[in-house]
């Protein structure tokens, strides 16, 4: 059996994050991977030199390309830059019965440059967050999707919670950007009971594309018929390993590494 896995989302040049991650990681989960891009980025592990949406007519032609003939098993999205062209997902991904969508709610890169027009925010609620199976937002990305203040334990429960409303089926709050300093904590709300997925925080700056890879590892394992605890659960084993096991490419913030799951497992010191 071949898995089908799609990714919607925008390009990295430098390859560390975006479609380039998502497909790299598709293919060491073992699953075929296929993407709809939405927009492309000049960039390199020192920032983004320029952004360039593409047509929403192109996103909608690529996505019926696909759901014509290689429908996916689960699916992704990550930058998707304006409110328009996540309308257009958002509906061909309800006109097409995708059930197992992943939203990544991709806002800013690590550098400050806006990936998600700030007037956008309200429709990555209304067409994608409603529809999601898993959406997985970083600390500062729950919080201007809630608007809530996170900090503490209980803020997480809180915004997990509202995000749920939305109707979003399983909610992860990501611990990266917490204060811990000794644990990246990820939090998962099913809208029954909470679940914690605990790494221990490595110290380095070479985080670049860890949030693209993590949902795209999710999608990857839900494609194969592992349920949503099974997936996070193997996406932190393979984004801890990817993070622990630095490239040390580019003189700036650098990718992750792709190849470290499979290559060395999950040993972290
Ligand atoms: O990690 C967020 C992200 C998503 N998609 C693209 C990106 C980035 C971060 O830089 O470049 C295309």
């Known amino acids: 059996m071949v898995y089908k896995t799609l990714t919607i989302a925008g390009s990295d040049s430098g390859g560390g994050a975006g479609i380039q991650a998502d497909l790299k990681t598709f293919q060491e989960l073992g699953v075929y991977g296929m993407s709809v891009i939405t927009a492309v980025t000049a960039q390199n592990t020192l920032g983004v030199q320029g952004v360039y949406p593409i047509p929403v007519e192109s996103v909608e032609k690529q996505i019926n390309s696909i759901a014509d003939d290689l429908s996916p098993h689960a699916l992704k999205t990550g930058m998707l830059f304006s409110a328009e062209i996540i309308k257009k997902v958002g509906e061909l991904v309800e006109a097409n019965s995708w059930i197992q969508l992943v939203v990544d709610p991709v806002m800013v890169a690590k550098g400050g440059s806006r990936l998600l027009q700030e007037e956008a925010v309200e429709a990555m609620k209304e067409h994608l ?18 608007s809530l203040d996170i900090r503490t334990e209980e803020d997480r429960k809180a915004a997990a919670k509202e995000l749920y409303q939305m109707g979003a089926m399983n909610v992860v709050i990501k611990g990266g950007h917490s204060e811990d300093e000794s644990y990246a904590v990820d ?37 194969k018929g592992h349920s949503v605890k099974d997936a996070i659960h193997t996406a ?11 490239l040390k490419i580019g003189s700036g913030k650098g990718p992750t590494n792709h190849w470290a799951y499979k290559q060395f497992g999950v040993e972290v010191k």
């Open 129 to 146: 967050i409603s529809r999601a199976y898993v959406v997985t937002p970083n600390i500062p990305e729950a919080e201007v999707l809630t």
């Open 187 to 223: 939090l998962l709300y099913d809208g029954q009971e909470f679940h914690e997925f605990k790494s221990p925080r490595i110290d380095t700056d070479h985080t670049h594309g860890t949030g693209c890879t993590f949902a795209a590892a999710v999608t990857a394992e839900l494609a």
């Open 236 to 246: 932190k084993l393979f984004i801890t390993a990817a993070i622990y096991n630095e």
